[in-house]
């Protein structure tokens, strides 16, 4: 039976992929921040995880506002990636496990999360940053992806407790997949950011750390606020803690924290990075 040894959720500020492409891990500005990712690698390197589902949100790359689904789940063999507009660069296609996808997609189905189902899909900044930033050394890294978009582009959102709920019902379709493989479970977005309108830089630090705290030991906490509630919190894109939020909901053993960074700012944007492993 394929087993979830944890969850690795993190930001996926567009900034980073070009400190990646140039080098700059070890520059003043980067280094705090890429820093923080040191001991996750280790981890990584340790647990050679073979599949990775990867939760994030798309934003106006592959789904528009005229076709947005507020779930969707990859079934492809590959995921090319393109850049939506930050001059990142464009990578070989990710590796897809579309069997394991539509394992995953019958397994939802029948949990009654009626999600939509993709057999093409284009990755943006939010898949690919999280994927370079854990496999910095690999491009695009060996592991299977399954990618899973939540929708945080266009109002309604789905409720912090309904992608809670989808991190749980994924958890549940992963334990009944037959064959022994090591799943990763990531969660990208985040932390507290604001990028446009009157409160443009907003940052909340305290309530970050709260989010932190709670998605180690006390995640119901953050089912209970309303999507809203979050954007008044972490700022319209900090809603993204969603994806961090759903990734958790994946894990259904011991959970104990791998390692944490937190630092304040990236672009504009408060940038965290917490891995928690299942036992
Ligand atoms: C930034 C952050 C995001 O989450 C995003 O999707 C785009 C830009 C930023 O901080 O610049
Ligand atoms: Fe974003």
Redesign the pocket.
Known sequence: MARIIGALTSS????IGNAISNGKQEDAYWKPFFDGYKPVLEWLDREQPDVAIVLYND?GLNFFLNNLPTFAVGAAAEYITKDEGWGLPVFPPYKGYPEMSWHVIESLIEQEFDIAMCQEMAMD??FINPMRLFWPNENPPKIKTIPVAINTVQFPLPRPARCYALGKAIGNAVASWPTDEKVVVIGT?GMS?Q?DGERAGFINKKFDEMCMQALLNDPEKLTQYSALELVREAGA?GA?IIMWLAARGALQGRVSKIHSSYHIPI???AAGVLALANN
């Open positions: 996926h500020i567009p900034s934003h900044h939010a977005g950011h990028l894109q993204e672009s504009n944007t």
